[in-house]
């Protein structure tokens, strides 16, 4: 073992040379002669086996992810996230001192470990530099194997990877801001803090984090299927994407607050951080559109700790709400909408009559402080007697993060509670009568 952990200088500059060298991702290397190689999107791994003497070797390079600069913390996430799922390890990995160049660092450390009938050795080697960390998995029974695994750690060599800082500077630019709410980051009194996003409004705390995704319409063949297709559809969607998925469990026994839950969990590592991270999913449907929750927390103690249950999945997506400026409340904004209600005699079920109402209500407001209002529509009952209201209001208002108020609104000075809601693309102006909110407006910006 301390032959070969003394060559983690020559992963990092790849020494020899001489033979053809193969590549993958971001690492060079002289693949052993005459091993059975298996590629995969996620790596590739070389195998050999000696029937006779019941002895094997794996080695397995995986694809880099993104990485933290901690090269031991990105040990740590690769060992629970890879090596415990490939086999059973019966004790803390083993360190060894670990080596620089070139921007990288590397850093190993191995335990016995059982896997089905088969036991032997397990090392890990993760090498750390230029945002990214790479793993490379050998597991063996005996010392037979010592020099291949000399020789291709001897032969790895780790290339520097093309990082466009500007790109990233850019792209960071462009998915923050685009909702057009001045004050696009709240803090909430009991310590959760919300920011607008292009995509979702990400809600963090402490070492906790929750995308409220922005509403969908689901395909229309995905409308027609269970609900464990849903959630696998939307999980793929939005969680594939982030992390590298150890382990899903889709639909778990939890409680059952809905006839359908729409939910799933799992574990991962985070590409952008490398850390490893307990995820809670779950899909809320309402009016046929899809709404996706996602919490993310560094393991499920803590995840529950903050989500214990899933209820908390839907009310979380209640920090979707961002103070409101006069400068970006500058505009038209339009609402309307309708409804119908049927009623029913209690005693008898028969049939007690229908009332419906609609309406639209419109506010322009003015960059010099001034407003107009309009507030249209009917109400009444089926074949019965119906109130037809047309109501103009104008005057001056002001405006300070939650509250609008508007003088010469109803011939006194109204006083609104007001709030932005984050979409894809946009906002949604919510305001309500502070005196009687039930009286609410969601309105959207048409200029």
Known sequence: MKAILSLLLLILTGELSGQIRERFDIISYIAPAGWKKETKESGITYTSENESKGSFCVI?????????????????AAWEAV?????????APAMQPGASENGWEAISGYAPFESDSAKGIVLLVTTT???????????????????????????????KPVINKINKTDNATIKTGSCGIVKSTTTFNDGWIAKAMEDYVLVTKENTRFYIHYGTEAPANLQRTGESDITQYYWDKFISPRYTVTNLWLNPDVQNIATYNYYAEGTGIEKSTGNSVFI??????????YYCSEAAAPGKEEYLKHFPNLNMLKDMRGSNRFAVTKEDVIGDWSSSGSSVLQYYNVYTGANAGMTFSSGGQDFFFKPAGTYNARIAGNMGTMGGSQVVFDNKYNGQFTVSDWEITLTKYSDA??????????VKGGRILHIAKKLAPGVHYALVKVK
């Open 60 to 76: 397995a390079i995986f694809k880099s992810l993104p990485g933290s600069g901690d090269s031991k913390k990105n040990f740590d």
């Open 83 to 91: 090596v415990k799922e490939m086999v059973t390890v019966s004790a």
């Open 129 to 159: 530099g230029y945002e990214k960390m790479s793993n490379i998995v050998i597991l063996f029974s005996a010392e037979d194997y010592q020099k291949p695994i000399e020789d291709f750690l001897a032969s790895a060599k780790m290339e």
């Open 280 to 289: 809670g999913f779950r899909v809320i449907i309402q009016n046929g559109v």
């Open 413 to 422: 000075t109204t006083v609104f509670t007001c709030y932005y809601e984050a």
